[in-house]
T-cell receptor
């Protein structure tokens, strides 16, 4: 069975400080990993996916298969980054491509 | 802000009653999903449908039912058999392909409260 763990329910950092949101996963095959974000009063939306190797809003995430981790990082946090962040996993192949979500981390960036 | 709409935004139900949550999309997506969001538990998959007239159970399907008679619509019924139905319900859609994963687009959600 696939599982996504986000060990921190709440995370607070000061503006300008580096931030790292942790995500660990367990999956027997080769997964696709994602970060979704939900800003206050907005819909849940995709932030980034590991396969694209992109940086969105200054955030990056590297898939570490040895440690089965996909931590989200940003070198200088901004107040507008305050949101709920969900790490998610999907099988890379097969007909059932549904997502398995972690429990989420509420990030607060303090002024 | 169209794409996926859910109605109503808030819903109150008495114990023992069934209630149906609406989800409509105009994105021409093949796949649709229902999730339940509880504090501290993230999103859990209830049901999903990859094509019209077909759907599969997710991780927590007990006490729920769905239908997919039209591509645009995927209503969720919360039955009286669902022991703890008070939650925030999210609908999503995507267009799966055989290649790279396509992102899921989410609706605004319906908050269901059982009185």
């Amino acid at each position: 069975a696939q599982r996504v763990t986000q060990p921190e329910k709440l995370l607070s950092v000061f503006k300008g400080a580096p931030v790292e949101l942790k995500c660990n996963y367990s999956y027997s095959g080769s997964p696709e990993l994602f970060w979704y974000v939900q800003y206050s009063r907005q819909r849940l939306q995709l932030l980034l996916r590991h396969i694209s190797r992109e940086s969105i809003k200054g955030f990056t995430a590297d898939l570490n298969k040895g440690e089965t981790s996909f931590h989200l990082k940003k070198p200088f946090a901004q107040e507008e980054d305050s949101a709920m962040y969900y790490c998610a996993l999907s099988p890379r192949s097969g007909s059932a491509r549904q997502l398995t979500f972690g429990s989420g981390t509420q990030l607060t960036v303090l002024p | 802000d169209g794409g996926i709409t859910q109605s109503p935004k808030y819903l109150f139900r008495k114990e023992g009653q069934n209630v149906t949550l609406s989800c409509e999309q105009n994105l021409n997506h093949d796949a649709m999903y229902w999730y339940r969001q509880d504090p501290g538990q993230g999103l859990r998959l209830i049901y999903y449908s990859q094509i019209v007239n077909d759907f599969q159970k997710g991780d927590i399907a007990e006490g729920y039912s769905v239908s997919r008679e039209k591509k645009e619509s995927f209503p969720l019924t919360v039955t009286s058999a669902q022991k703890n139905p008070t939650a925030f319900y999210l609908c999503a859609s995507s267009t799966p392909t055989s290649g790279a994963y396509n992102e899921q687009f989410f609706g605004p959600g319906t908050r269901l409260t059982v009185l």
